[in-house]
């Protein structure tokens, strides 16, 4: 495993199409066990390729590990292909992202979703999610189609953003 470099806006790699995963090899097991440890060492929920600079659809995802100290049990999906079959209701959400740090964005999604996908051993999943978990998984669904929650941020907002950054 290693620790992964995360992409910070606005790199272009961030605005661009991943990559449809043809076969789940060792190589892309890899990919996913490194992309969950910078995840987790950047105590992010979860993070997609593109935000490591690989064009590739693949997500890892934990919406519990930071429960409880220590003892929470890991929940970690690792997702290959992931699409949403199916959508339900609608939520606010305010949203970070790793790869915006220190930026939040309100945002509207749908309450529940269906996502089907393949998990790290090429098996085919379906996930239910409902809240945090649905806005989890369309967050980072939206990264594969090379969309940040930035887009929908005002021009003043996003400028006020990068002008904090550069100092
Ligand atoms: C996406 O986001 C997400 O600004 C995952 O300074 C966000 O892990 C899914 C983070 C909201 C569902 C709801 C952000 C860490 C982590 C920051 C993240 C920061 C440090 C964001
Ligand atoms: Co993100």
Redesign the pocket.
Known sequence: MALLPIKIYPSPILHQQSKEVAKVTPEIRKLLDSMAET?YA??????AAPQIGVLQRLVVLDIHWSDEEGTAEKRIYHLINPKIIKRTGKIE?E????S????LQKMERAQKIVVEALDRNGKAITIEGED?LA??LQ??IDHLDGKLIIDKATRIKKNLWLEQQQK
């Open positions: 995840m950047s105590r992010g929920i979860g993070l959400w949203e970070g992202c790793l915006i740090p220190g930026f945090l806005v989890a967050h980072e």
